[in-house]
């Protein structure tokens, strides 16, 4: 079993700067196969970006060239590092272990 929970959400000014953790839980875990998802009001959740189970990584063509993930085996710990944040970027942000474990998500608005 994996319990994930996400933190750092908050609110941001466009053009700022968030950086979200996801902790897991559990004896075993690997950063490979951990994605970051969102889903804004009255849409459907998408996947943001992800590390694949090969350790490359992909990401939404929203957030190319200002989202990155990387992750900390030991830490037990996924981040998503977004830049240039747009206010179409306000949601809510989940971490996922291959889309099967799920964090309770954190909210991100990007208003001035």
């Known amino acids: 079993q994996v319990q994930l929970v996400e933190s750092g959400g908050g609110l941001v000014q466009p053009g700022g700067s968030l950086r979200l953790s996801c902790t897991a839980s559990g004896s075993i875990f690997s950063i490979n196969r951990m994605g970051w998802y969102r889903q804004a009001p009255g849409k459907e959740r998408e996947l943001v970006a992800l590390i694949t189970a090969s350790g490359g990584t992909n990401y939404a063509d929203s957030v190319k060239g200002r989202a990155t993930i990387s992750g900390d085996n030991a830490k037990k710990t996924v981040y998503l590092q977004m830049n240039s944040l747009k206010p179409e970027d306000t949601a809510v942000y989940y971490c996922?272990?291959?889309?099967?474990?799920w964090g309770q998500g954190t909210q991100v608005t990007v208003s001035s």
């Open positions: 996922s272990k291959a889309g099967i474990y």
